[in-house]
């Protein structure tokens, strides 16, 4: 008596070898003794997957080839070895989802994944598949596969899955799916089958059984080596990404009348943002609103490094600065990078390293030697504390504050950045 | 001059309050496949969701999503164009099967692979298109540090409560610029549940519940049998060709939305007395539209502003407030004006501007051109 399928007819096709997988699957899990409420079928797109509705298990139908993904987040999902995850798909869905087989074994997903491989696709007309074996025709390949089709079998083994094999879907395999469907992890079974409406007419008189010994597929285990599975990290209560001790309350005094728009522009690895967030945090200090947009290549370890800050007395509204006040710049990179907006300058100041040809520009410009004086990875905070102890806009005092706290603090003396 | 003598302000980006917010509204795990400039995103959730998982692409990111959905639980992703494009096939299924989740996407500049590092407003055209059939793919989008905190809040809620994915648009700069930010005034929020079927009788996973909303049941329970499927279905959840009983279970997912629209329609309207203009706009321009406005109204200018934050689908509300006036600006950082297009097609409107712009945000002085002409 039927437990997992319903007692309707199978919607397949005479003689088609999707009936026997739907037959077994439901005397192998009877083996098991399994409820069916302990069971979610996960099916896709293929002749196969119209077999949902004959269940009588949890069922969840997704897209051509995603089925192997959807089965493996059900089952991280559900987190439950006790709870069965079988995901039917066919040869076409495993050529699309390839990735997501070798993925789920490798991650050992508590599964088992039933490959209908009839070695084309059937519900589109009898298109081949990567799985098509060599010689084999199909009505859009009358000339026959020109290629050996995947061994999925032994790729799946490699990947690290519990259990593999193959089986011939002719006679009772009840006994290896049942092997299949005990194992915990990642299990996988490929039934071998010909489509009774592509497959026969465009190969006439080949024997299932031929073709494939001819293709080099054995039938046999490829893999039945451990029982360890995927079990999901659930961290309850984690911390907030809000510290209270990362406040930094109001301590100084400003003489900011209006918004000052600062463009810090270095190199990768001279601490070119890090110079950038003291300024920001001694601003914030001093009572100051403030705003940090970084601009860097994608390598970040190499290139320019660039900063545009904003502190205001009032709420700032929009953080970009086509027009900065002060553009303050401590490598080649960092000029060859802002040599556009130092030329637009039609004001303000520009703090440059001595090393660095002044480019032309209506800015007031100040040369100063930050990286002889300080070396070349400090020369970006360094310019920082220069820029506050001439502009005197903000206490230089917030700065050596958010200095001291920091962990460069203990690599670096204090009293090397106040020496102008 | 001592202007903010608050104890509570942090240094920021939106990204962390955005995570904090979907963590603390309920969301349980974080699934993601690393993008720049979505990054942040993806290295706070490893710190502070219950559970992290890194995906191997953007396809099996959705995928997963999905699955874990099916079991309860509430999942979160954030991603870039380049990833979203692969993801939108099972944002689709998400719809279908109608199962919550929030992707937070963070607009770039393309097209294909464009500029990581650079930000745009370019991927509303796509949102306002991308489920098969013209269906509502609800978007929320993010235009001030506190939105990322509400806003992601109200996204995971919609989603949740209108059983659907539910897109959080925002670009670069907007989750990771850096700002003082004082947390003392944000909302405290509740985690946001899924609404489980408690009935005896058989479940009907499509059966329509309040508002045209099924109510829940996971693949885990053990008294009703669930079907969840991508493929038009009954209330059964069983597989239909067009039959009547399907067609109605499929419209019904766009009526669903559209009838529950008012409850998740969110703006900002600073209204001006006597305006005969209007600017509109989201996301990261919303910035230099409010100070646009700002010195424009210093200026003697009158001029109202539309920040609209549910962009998808559009609600009516803005149609109303459109017509009050005489000339409408919509700034927004893309060629060729995607809002603008959403709102008044491509034949246009007369008394309809835009400024646009792509590689460099839109600046405050621009829109203030273009209002005053």
């Not at chain 1, 119209?50 to 059900?74: E, M, N, P, Q, Y």
């Not at chain 2, 719809?95 to 500049?109: G, Y």
Request: charged letters at 20%; hydrophobic letters at 40%.
């Amino acid at each position: 008596m039927n437990k997992f399928l319903t007692d309707t007819a199978l919607p397949f096709c005479k003689g088609c070898g999707h009936s026997q997988v739907a037959q077994y699957t439901e005397k192998a899990l009877q083996n098991l003794n399994y409820d069916p409420m302990d069971v979610v079928m996960v099916t896709d797109i293929g002749c196969h997957g119209i077999i949902d509705k004959s269940f009588t298990t949890h069922t969840v139908h997704g897209l051509h080839g995603r089925s192997v993904a959807l089965g493996s987040g059900v089952s991280a999902g559900l987190n439950n070895p006790n709870k069965k995850v079988i995901v039917f798909i066919g040869d076409g869905g495993a050529t699309i989802g390839m990735q997501h087989l070798i993925d789920a074994a490798h991650n050992g997903f508590n599964m088992t994944v039933l490959i209908h491989n009839n070695m084309l696709y059937g519900m589109t007309g009898g298109q081949p598949s990567e799985f098509t074996p060599f010689g084999f025709k199909t009505p859009t390949l009358p000339e026959g596969a020109k290629e050996a089709g995947y061994d999925i079998c032994k790729l799946i083994a490699a990947a690290g899955a519990s259990y593999v094999s193959r089986v011939m879907g002719i006679g009772d395999f009840s006994a290896q799916l049942t092997e299949a469907f005990s194992k915990k992890g990642f299990s996988l079974v490929e039934v071998m089958e010909i489509c009774p409406s592509y497959g026969v007419k465009s190969n006439p008189g080949m024997k299932l059984s031929k073709l494939v010994e001819e293709a080099g597929l054995e039938i046999k285990v490829f893999a039945d080596n451990k029982n360890s599975f995927y079990q999901t990290e659930i961290k309850e209560n984690r911390k907030s990404l809000f510290s209270k001790e990362d406040a930094i309350p109001t301590k100084y005094e400003n003489k900011l009348k209006k918004p000052l728009r600062f463009m810090l522009c270095g190199s990768a690895g001279e601490g070119t943002q890090v110079a950038a967030e003291f300024l920001l945090k001694a601003g914030m200090l001093s009572g100051l609103h403030a705003t940090k947009k970084g601009s860097y290549p994608v390598t970040v370890g190499v290139g320019f490094s660039a900063a545009e800050i904003i502190l205001s007395p009032d709420e700032i509204l929009y953080t970009g600065s086509p027009n900065p006040d002060v553009v303050c710049v401590t490598s080649q990179d960092g000029l060859d990078y802002a040599r556009n907006t130092i030329r637009n300058m039609s004001g303000g100041k520009l703090l440059i390293d001595s090393s660095l040809e002044i480019p032309e520009t209506k800015a007031e410009v100040s040369a100063f030697p930050f990286r002889e004086k300080v070396g070349i990875r400090n020369s970006s905070i360094y310019s920082i504390f220069y820029y506050l102890k001439n502009s005197e806009l903000i206490p230089i005092d917030s700065l050596v504050d958010v200095f001291n706290e920091s962990k460069i603090s203990k690599k670096l003396d204090i009293a090397k950045m106040l020496d102008f | 001059m001592i202007v903010n003598k608050k104890e509570s302000r942090l240094l920021h980006d939106g990204s962390k309050l955005i995570v904090e917010s979907l963590v603390q509204s309920g969301a349980d795990i974080f699934i993601g496949y690393p993008i720049t400039p979505a990054n942040l995103l993806y290295l706070y959730s490893h710190k502070r969701f219950p559970t992290f998982i890194a995906a191997p692409d953007e396809i099996t990111t959705l995928q997963w999503m999905c699955g874990f959905a099916t079991t309860g639980k509430i999942p979160v992703t954030a991603t870039s164009f380049p990833g979203f494009a692969l993801m939108l096939e099972s944002v689709n299924m998400a719809l279908m099967m109608e199962l919550p989740m929030v992707v937070v996407l963070v607009q770039r500049l393309g097209p294909a692979t464009g500029t990581a590092t650079c930000g745009s407003q370019g991927d509303l055209a796509l949102l306002n298109g991308g489920i098969s059939g013209g269906f509502s793919l609800p978007t929320i989008s993010i235009s001030k540090m506190e939105d990322c905190w509400t806003m992601s809040n109200k996204a995971l809620k919609m989603a949740v409560e209108l059983r659907s994915p539910v897109i959080l648009l925002t670009s670069k700069e907007e989750v990771m610029t850096q700002a003082s930010f004082d947390i003392a005034g944000l909302p405290l929020l509740k985690p946001i549940k899924n609404n489980y079927y408690s009935g005896k009788a058989i479940y009907q996973p499509y059966k329509p519940g309040k508002n045209l909303v099924p109510e829940f049941l996971a693949v885990s329970n053990k008294n009703h049998q669930v079907r969840i499927t991508a493929s038009t279905h009954n209330q059964d959840g069983i597989i239909q060709g067009t039959t009547a009983a399907g067609m109605d279970n499929t419209k019904r997912l766009e009526s669903k939305i559209i009838n529950n629209l008012d409850k998740f329609t969110f703006y900002e309207y600073n209204k001006q007395e006597g305006a005969e203009k209007l600017l509109i706009a989201y996301g990261i321009t919303a910035a230099a539209s409010r100070e646009a406005i700002k010195t424009l109204r210093e200026n003697g200018e009158k001029v109202s502003l539309l920040i609209p934050k549910t962009l998808l689908p559009v609600p009516p509300i803005y149609i109303e407030i459109i017509e009050k006036y005489q000339k409408v600006v919509i700034a927004e950082e893309n060629l060729g004006g995607q809002y603008r297009k959403i709102l008044f097609g491509v034949y246009g409107n007369n008394k309809v501007k835009g400024v646009n712009g792509i590689a460099k945000l839109i600046t405050p002085s621009e829109i203030m051109e273009e209002i005053s002409r």
